[in-house]
């Protein structure tokens, strides 16, 4: 693709208006639509099925560079019920789906016994546990602190032969780090399809037969998955909500990391699975933090 023939119309907006902006760009052509934060507000704790957007945002849409600019922006205006603040831009030619892949470079965990690599690059230690890993459009790529800490977590742990539940799987890359550091089986799970996607060509990516990790949307859980290891690293408050029912999830004895939980909301957390669990000093970075746990007799 010739990413010269493009230009693209970037108009401020609050949420409430974003939807209704949105379709009048597409109506007029726009073959694309995307936003962002205009004023660096960031958004740490969505609900459970969420989608929160920032106060202020920035919705882009992207034209063929052969468009009719004033056209756009009046067939745009006619049809909102309020002007909007726009500006046109040409967009730099490169190929941006493959951009961000400049930004991602082989990870080493804490004791260098397991590394995620991208699947596009050779891994740089070959004699590692090397989790080669694409995450498509699923969150986790082994960059963020949160599931630093979780891999370096699962690093340590004796894995041979147990069962792993991964809630909030994302990119699958915590289950599937788990089943080549010895783990038997995984039960991903994950309320959003695209994540059950991404886990699913990963796991097939790390030769990881279909029968030893298991895809599954919360409401398909069956009766028999039940953890040895449970690994959830999602945010503060749906680690609340979720707390019986992950809780339910668990063998006697089970090993619990919890993890997506900023340093300040660590009582709060452990709180919620204190009558089951018996929790460890907490491991941080940054701002974030890591829990660990055991399941009381």
């Given at each position: 693709?010739?990413?010269?023939q493009?230009?693209?119309?970037?108009i401020?907006?609050?949420?409430?208006?974003?939807?209704?902006?949105?379709?009048?760009?597409?109506?007029a052509?726009?073959?694309?639509?995307?936003?962002?934060d205009?004023?660096?507000q960031?958004?740490?704790?969505?609900?459970?099925?969420?989608?929160?957007?920032?106060d202020?945002?920035?919705?882009t849409?992207?034209?063929?560079?052969?468009?009719?600019?004033?056209?756009?922006?009046?067939q745009?205006?006619?049809?909102?019920?309020?002007?909007?603040?726009?500006?046109?831009?040409?967009?730099?030619?490169?190929?941006?789906?493959?951009?961000?892949?400049?930004?991602?470079?082989?990870?080493?965990?804490?004791?260098?016994?397991?590394?995620?690599?991208?699947?596009?690059?050779?891994?740089?230690?070959?004699?590692?546990?090397?989790?080669?890993?694409?995450?498509?459009?699923?969150?986790?790529?082994?960059?963020?602190?949160?599931?630093?800490?979780?891999?370096?977590?699962?690093?340590?742990?004796?894995?041979?032969?147990?069962?792993?539940?991964?809630?909030?799987?994302?990119?699958?890359?915590?289950?599937?780090?788990?089943?080549?550091?010895?783990?038997?089986k995984?039960?991903?799970?994950?309320?959003?399809?695209?994540?059950?996607?991404?886990?699913?060509?990963?796991?097939?990516?790390?030769?990881?037969?279909?029968?030893?990790?298991?895809?599954?949307l919360?409401?398909?859980?069956p009766?028999?998955?039940?953890?040895?290891?449970?690994?959830?690293?999602?945010?503060?408050?749906?680690?609340?909500?979720?707390?019986?029912?992950i809780?339910?999830?668990?063998?006697?004895?089970?090993?619990l990391?919890?993890s997506?939980?900023?340093?300040?909301?660590?009582?709060q957390?452990s709180?919620?699975?204190?009558?089951?669990?018996?929790?460890?000093p907490a491991?941080?970075?940054?701002?974030?933090?890591?829990l660990?746990?055991?399941?009381?007799?």
């Amino acid at each position: 693709m010739d990413y010269s023939q493009w230009i693209q119309l970037n108009i401020e907006a609050t949420p409430q208006k974003t939807e209704q902006i949105e379709d009048s760009v597409l109506n007029a052509g726009a073959v694309s639509v995307t936003l962002q934060d205009a004023a660096d507000q960031p958004i740490l704790e969505p609900g459970v099925g969420e989608t929160p957007l920032w106060d202020s945002c920035i919705l882009t849409a992207l034209f063929t560079a052969s468009v009719n600019t004033a056209a756009i922006i009046e067939q745009v205006n006619a049809v909102l019920p309020f002007s909007i603040k726009a500006e046109w831009q040409l967009v730099e030619d490169k190929d941006w789906s493959q951009e961000w892949k400049k930004h991602f470079k082989p990870i080493p965990c804490s004791e260098g016994r397991l590394w995620i690599c991208p699947s596009w690059l050779d891994a740089p230690e070959p004699n590692a546990v090397n989790l080669r890993l694409d995450p498509g459009l699923a969150f986790g790529t082994g960059s963020h602190p949160t599931t630093m800490l979780c891999l370096n977590w699962l690093e340590k742990q004796s894995l041979e032969g147990k069962t792993v539940i991964d809630f909030g799987c994302g990119s699958g890359i915590l289950g599937i780090a788990a089943l080549l550091l010895g783990a038997e089986k995984v039960w991903a799970i994950d309320n959003d399809p695209q994540a059950l996607l991404a886990s699913r060509d990963n796991a097939q990516r790390n030769g990881i037969p279909d029968e030893r990790l298991i895809t599954l949307l919360p409401e398909q859980i069956p009766a028999e998955a039940k953890a040895d290891i449970m690994v959830a690293n999602i945010l503060a408050k749906p680690l609340i909500d979720l707390a019986q029912q992950i809780s339910a999830l668990t063998l006697p004895k089970c090993q619990l990391c919890l993890s997506g939980i900023l340093s300040h909301q660590i009582d709060q957390v452990s709180a919620a699975y204190s009558q089951q669990f018996k929790f460890e000093p907490a491991s941080l970075e940054d701002d974030w933090a890591q829990l660990s746990a055991n399941k009381l007799p």
